[in-house]
């Protein structure tokens, strides 16, 4: 029996701010735009501009810069200081030739510059990738919101920790200003707080709200979640910052802390200041009506004893105190160490190389060389490249091959490539513009042009996201949660193996086999809002306990929902509870009303729930009462008659074979 295929909505068109005082040109670069699919908002100068860009939400503005009122330059550096504006890509265009005017561009935060006139190709090629980059920047924060809505709802579920992770996070940064930190510096004490026990999600409920002590194996489970949230965050690199405060965050300043046993300095400086505040507020928590000084007065104790670093507790105890804590000149004020980003030169020319490598290595860049696009190749697989500066015509393989090839690899999709090259042959150019450069440098070499332009791709780069990695990430915490269950472990694999194969036995095709697949995985997101006590009960759910429960497949939707490339499973996460005759949950569809790959995914549910060991029931059904019961509940107007049939056809006499259907899923491993 084959399905046909749900509509599919048209997508959203991204819009385009184009801001030029010349009509002529406006009018030609809204054509463009318009030609290629772009929603278009035109501003005249740049004050106006910066009037339009918070209500018409662009996803990129194109900026001339010579304008009255307000040039280019002034207009992106007052869009890129609003929090609004930072993430929107800026295009800028001119007439002008001069390095110095380009420099001055990229400084005051454009993310590209091209000189007119504009060649089309490169200007569409231009506005999509900067466009594609924006989206994916949008898509991280959503995971970032994702996760931090599953800690929240993690606390929730037990009354007598809601609100800790704010007030760690409040505590935390008052030591951080206090210690003088720099804004990013205090985002991230901010966001890794807010994180520090995502690895909570791995314990089960039963030690999580446990009134008396734990046993020894129930600590070491309670401890794990340190080393667990630290997996959970470290696959995505823009999470990676919070990484030392979520493993680090319990260690102790005499070594006898976990999970690693590291002592003094030895401990991120991040993760101290977070533990200190974690533990100020389980100790005003433990003591309830003792109060704030109390409080203060054991946290110092603890210090002396060894527990924290005693200055930093000392100025911990100060900033409590302090209405807006002062900077105080402390040893904790040293320098940040960054990494330096790595930039990979390809020319066969070793003059030319020597000359990239000694400029950019005096402004703290690591340079790697190769003489050509092979041996380049060869290097982007085995080093951590950030930028690649690409010499076109080259021996053995030359750049507009390995452009094609880097270009043709999901990997490097959005890894910087600059090509340097003496030669003025437009055809070469645009060969190379439209197999992916994001821009040209011309030898003799300009030394400040160089490393402004480096600085402003490695400032895009940043807000690329691993977008695949990210779901990863999302489902496998999904699993996590059912995993502390015994009842559940393994139940959301299975239903997304087993629906992927129903979906392509139906004759659907394979994206959105595999579409069903990820709502398999993450149907059930929404339960880390319910108590394991009420998941698990054996007797009848009071009315209260039912509404609580019933609830899970509203709040997985909203969870999951910040996620545009998850949108797909939006609609099968909420109604996966729905009945055919229009008696479920949460929204009372009927029919065909439910769409065909919920009323799916909801028949492999409910067949792997009866073949599977569950609370509520003494023991599982064999396949052929599951699928009698199926039929039999079909019949009463639970299931769509019709899928029912085709899916007990599919299966035959026999149970699903496992093996055979199983994919590879997302894990987290304790590191």
């Known amino acids: 029996m084959a399905i046909a295929e ?72 007052k869009i890129k200081a609003e929090p609004g504006g930072r993430t929107i890509p800026i295009l800028m265009l001119t007439a002008l030739t001069g390095t110095d005017d380009k420099i001055r561009a990229l400084e005051s935060g454009a993310d590209d510059f091209l000189k007119k006139p504009i060649n089309k190709d490169e200007l569409r090629t231009r506005i999509r990738s900067l466009i594609k980059i924006r989206n994916l920047r949008k898509e991280l924060d959503s995971s970032e919101n994702i996760i931090m809505a599953l800690t929240t709802a993690l606390e929730n579920k037990d009354p007598r920790s809601g609100g800790h992770v704010h007030r760690v996070a409040s505590y935390a940064t008052r030591l951080a200003d206090k210690l003088g930190m720099s804004p990013v510096e205090k985002e991230t004490i901010v966001k890794g707080a807010m994180l520090h026990d995502l690895g909570m999600i791995g314990v089960p409920d039963a030690i999580l709200m446990k009134s008396g002590s734990l046993s020894a194996e129930e ?33 102790r300043w005499d070594g006898r802390g976990y999970p690693d046993g590291i002592a003094g300095d030895a401990i991120p400086l991040e993760a101290q200041v977070v533990g200190i505040a974690n533990r100020f507020d389980e100790v005003r928590h433990e003591q309830e009506s003792d109060g704030e000084e109390a409080a203060l007065e054991q946290l110092t104790a603890e210090a002396a004893a060894g527990a924290f670093d005693p200055e930093l507790t000392k100025l911990f105890v100060t900033a409590m105190g302090e209405e807006a804590p002062a900077v105080a000149i402390t040893k904790h004020m040293r320098q940040r160490l960054t990494t330096p980003a790595r930039v990979l030169c390809v020319d066969d020319n070793k003059m030319n190389r020597d000359l990239v490598l000694a400029t950019l290595t005096d402004v703290g860049f690591e340079v790697s060389v190769a003489e050509n696009g092979r041996e380049a190749i060869a290097v982007v697989e085995s080093e951590p490249i950030d930028v690649v500066l690409l010499d076109l015509l080259m021996p053995v393989q030359d750049g507009a091959d390995t452009l094609r090839l880097l270009r043709a690899d999901p990997r490097y999709e959005f890894l910087p490539i600059i090509v340097l090259t003496s030669h003025r042959n437009s055809d070469m150019r645009q060969s190379a513009i439209l197999s992916g450069a994001d821009d040209f440098i011309n030898y003799p070499l300009n030394r400040l042009e160089l490393i402004t332009r480096i600085r402003s791709l490695l400032r895009i780069k940043e807000y690329h996201a691993d977008l695949e990695q990210t779901q990863n990430v999302i489902c496998a915490l999904a699993l996590a949660l059912e995993a502390k269950d015994r009842y559940t472990r393994g139940h959301s694999q299975r239903v997304g193996d087993l629906a992927h194969s129903f979906a392509l036995h139906l004759g659907m095709e394979r994206t959105t086999a595999e579409m069903i697949r990820t709502a398999g995985l993450l149907h059930d997101i929404g339960k880390i809002a319910v108590p394991e006590a009420l998941l698990n009960k054996q007797g009848p759910l009071t009315r209260d306990e039912f509404l609580r429960v019933i609830d899970h497949p509203v709040i997985g939707e909203e969870m999951v929902r910040p996620l545009v490339t998850l949108s797909a499973v939006l609609r099968i996460i909420r109604h996966h509870h729905e009945r055919y005759d229009g008696r479920g949950y949460p929204d009372g569809l009927r029919g065909d009303d439910i769409p065909y790959e919920v009323r799916l995914l909801s028949i492999v549910d409910a067949y792997d729930a009866l073949t599977s060991h569950r609370a509520y029931r003494p023991a599982p059904l064999e396949h052929a009462a599951a699928i009698e019961t199926l039929r039999r509940e079909a019949a009463g107007g639970k299931w769509d008659p019709e899928m029912v049939t085709s899916f007990s056809m599919m299966l035959g006499e026999a149970s699903p074979q496992w093996d055979s259907i199983s994919l590879p899923v997302p894990v987290l491993r304790l590191a």
């Open 6 to 77: 749900a509509p599919i909505a048209a997508p959203e068109k991204d819009v385009v701010l184009a801001v030029d005082d010349n009509e002529q040109n406006l009018q030609l670069l809204e054509e463009y735009l318009w030609q290629w699919g772009y929603d278009v908002v035109v501003a005249r100068d740049g004050r106006e501009a910066l009037q339009i860009y918070p209500q018409a939400n662009p996803a990129i503005i194109v900026l001339d810069v010579m304008m009255p009122v307000m040039d280019g330059y002034e207009a992106c550096a």
């Open 219 to 251: 600590t070491e489970q309670m401890r794990d979640h340190t080393r667990m949230g630290a997996s959970i965050l470290d696959p995505m690199k823009t999470f990676r910052p919070f990484v030392p405060i979520v493993r680090s965050h319990h260690e």
